[in-house]
């Protein structure tokens, strides 16, 4: 896809069509709709001049994209041939290049904070720890797709506040608390999570549960607390299966894989006794105190494994085993578990060396004269990488302030804890700011960004954080007035683990794999489906899209790729043999599973383009056009009606997706969109709803032989 920005260096000798016959072309094949009349897609061409085209180079980039993916002339209209279209688009390329070459335009930024993600990707870094944010700040403004667009961020009193509970909660999980007061912190599990599995992070032999990193504040007694799913009678799920199948179940509790705690499942509690027992087994378990230490541990629970092989639910062998929660003796064969909760500490008895505690007390005091040296180096060390570079004299005298207002009122780590906080809110923490010179020398007001804000721009792409001290002093050496020493850079940084940011972050983003969160297919019709399966499907994309940056493949091989990732749950859902365990690892997809190759044949893909209980070829080549071609069709009339729904008799017959969409489309506002989203869509109708391979629809042979308008053909 063209773009008016292409290079700095543009072609310096006219490429393409003269003018006069660019304004010749223009006049025959495109005024007649593109009048001041007519102004079809909101566009006018009746004053349309080559020579001056580079003073309006939205409406150049808008000619460019239509013309290059062959969307005008409109089908049934007069069409220039290739080689005439190919020229102009060139000539119109060039000319908007060399314009921009010479008077560049990057636009302007308004301020642009840290959103939820690059706020904790940055504490992680100058901190050492996992914070969940979302419990603190609100969720930021989406557009386009992404969270991170400078122009739509606002900055609320709300929001500050939000800055504030988690400065105050990071600031103490860092430091550590030794008058931590009792808390409750629950971590929930999906319901539609398959719990037949092994769970990563739980210790081998177990199934279902969960396994989380949890920032302990302080060393001390906790207790964990387990719930189980429970169904509307009072049972819970499994009980009638484990009082007639004998099966002894019993919940592993762990602490970075070494086992605190074995806890009896009793099937004889239901919802309407719960409490008896002190809540000791049943619907609720709860472990005796365990003495544990400050900072981040990993906390795990997860059934003990009695059987051996896949259990047999009621609806073998699907691993959606919560399908149907009406039933009422339950579903499934096992009890589910529904959340954990960490609860403490009950009795503190210190604050133990934690990873976070080494990286900011790079000093200690050994009398109280050496306290304030000693804070200051701290506030030194801290700022210089909070505020993506040295600290001035004033950010460290603003922190150092703060730091005798906690020591006044309390030990030396208490103004050390006071003094994080207050970076933590600081605008040079919390904004990416970018300074104009104070005077602009260049005619068109454009100037030269510094290398340290080039160097925070890098990081927060690659690596959705701050930069680090190597590219730090990159930047202040003159590393990056280079496009030599920017990429030296940038080589560096993707090579990091760091920059999977750009598959987790950029890619999920633009290939909205946040949809898959959202998408609940029917369970009827697609049993098959649960939150394991589209957990599997989201890390399956990520892993793809990174292999094709750290790997400098080409850009095309996101469509042409022979290879995928997958884990055993997510193997068995494609049909592929021989895949065991909940480790993703790379398989070579064979020549007969073409149409899984690349980005189309991702089940995050087919997922997220089908409506709960069917396909949606529309969806799939809308999203095609818009993630891939960068042409996202206009919104549909208002008043075009849906298709018709599924005959009430199971038993009739119903047309295929491709005849009901061929029937549907015949408005002619409609047509032509239709004629290029459908056949896309139509060329992946051997995928279902939930991305498993079939060869009928409605019990008739699916036809995917399609053709765009200009009778290229479509394949998958």
Not at 317 to 323: D, F, G, Q, R
Request: with cysteine; aromatic share 6%.
């Amino acid at each position: 896809m063209a773009t008016a920005h292409k290079s700095t260096k543009a072609a310096a000798v006219p490429v393409g069509l003269a003018p006069d016959a660019q304004n010749e072309l223009v006049a025959k094949y495109c005024v007649g709709c593109h009048s001041e009349k007519g102004h079809a897609g909101q566009l006018s061409l009746a004053n349309f001049d080559a020579t001056k085209i580079d003073k309006n180079a939205e409406t150049a980039e808008k000619m460019i994209r239509k013309l290059r993916a062959g969307m005008m002339p409109p089908p049934g209209a007069r069409r220039p041939d290739a080689a005439t279209v190919s020229s102009f688009v060139d000539a119109l390329e060039s000319k908007i290049d060399s314009a921009a070459a010479v008077n560049p335009n990057p636009g302007w930024r308004p301020f642009q904070r840290l959103n939820r993600a690059e706020y904790a990707r940055s504490v992680k870094d100058l901190l050492g720890f996992q914070v969940d944010v979302n419990s603190f700040l609100p969720p930021d403004t989406v557009s386009s797709g992404f969270d991170n667009i400078a122009d739509v961020q606002n900055f609320s009193p709300t929001l500050m506040e939000g800055y504030l509970r988690a400065a105050s909660q990071i600031s103490r999980l860092a430091v550590g608390d030794r008058n931590a007061s009792a808390t409750s912190v629950t971590y929930k599990i999906g319901r539609t999570a398959s719990q037949m599995r092994h769970v990563d992070g739980t210790p081998m032999g177990t199934r279902g549960g969960t396994s989380v990193v949890h920032v302990f504040p302080a060393d001390g007694d906790y207790v964990v607390k387990v719930s189980m799913h429970n169904e509307p009678l009072g049972g819970i799920f499994g009980r009638y299966s484990m009082l007639t199948m004998d099966i002894k179940e019993q919940v592993d509790v762990s602490i970075n894989g070494e086992r605190v705690a074995l806890l009896d499942v009793s099937p004889s509690m239901s919802e309407t006794d719960f409490g008896q027992n002190g809540g000791a087994n049943g619907l609720e378990l709860k472990t005796p105190a365990i003495h544990i230490q400050a900072g981040p541990q990993r906390v795990s629970v997860a059934f003990v494994q009695k059987l051996d092989g896949p259990v047999d639910d009621l609806i073998s062998p699907l691993e959606n085993t919560l399908a149907d929660v009406n039933i009422s003796y339950g579903v499934t064969a096992l009890p589910h578990m529904r959340d954990m909760a960490i609860i403490g500490p009950s009795v503190v008895t210190g604050v133990s060396e934690t990873p976070s505690r080494k990286r900011i007390f790079t000093c200690r005091p050994l009398n109280a004269n050496e306290e304030e040296t000693c804070a200051a180096q701290i506030v030194k060390n801290l700022t210089a990488q909070a505020y993506r570079g040295e600290g001035t004299p004033d950010d460290i005298q603003d922190a150092m302030e703060f730091y005798a207002r906690g020591r006044k009122t309390g030990d030396f780590e208490n103004g050390i804890r006071l003094a994080l906080q207050s970076i933590l809110v600081s605008p040079r923490f919390l904004f990416r700011l970018e300074q104009a010179p104070n005077q602009i020398k260049t005619a068109s007001g454009s100037y030269r960004i510094t290398e340290q804000e080039l160097a925070s721009r890098l990081s927060f792409f690659l690596w959705d954080s701050g930069p680090d001290a190597e590219l730090i002093k990159a930047a202040n050496n003159g590393g990056l007035r280079t496009s030599l020493g920017v990429e030296k850079q940038v080589k560096r940084m993707l090579a990091d683990k760091r920059s999977e940011a750009l598959s987790t972050r950029f890619a999920y983003q633009w290939l909205r794999l946040q949809d898959l969160e959202k998408m609940i297919p029917d369970y009827l019709l697609f049993p098959q489906y649960d939150d394991t399966l589209a957990q599997s499907m989201i890390r399956e994309t990520e892993l793809f899209f990174d292999s094709i940056v750290r790997e400098d493949h080409n850009v095309l091989d996101l469509l042409t790729a022979d290879y995928t990732f997958v884990n055993e749950r997510l193997a068995k859902h494609y049909g592929l043999p021989n895949i065991y365990g909940s480790q993703f690892r790379r398989v070579v997809l064979p020549d007969s599973m073409e149409d899984r190759w690349g980005l189309t044949g991702k089940g995050a893909f087919l997922v997220t383009t089908s409506k709960p209980e069917r396909t949606s070829p529309v969806t799939r080549g809308k999203w095609v056009m818009g993630n891939l071609l960068g042409m996202p069709p206009p919104s549909p009339p208002a008043d075009v009606p849906p298709l018709p729904p599924r005959a009430a008799d199971p038993n009739a017959k119903e047309p295929t997706m491709r005849h009901k969409m061929e029937t549907h489309r015949v408005r002619p506002d409609c047509v032509q969109c239709h004629r290029l989203m459908d056949p896309i869509g139509f060329s992946l109708e051997n995928f279902d709803a939930i991305g498993l391979w079939r060869s009928e629809d409605e019990s008739q042979p699916i036809d995917t032989n399609t053709q765009v308008f200009d009778n290229t053909k479509v394949t998958s």
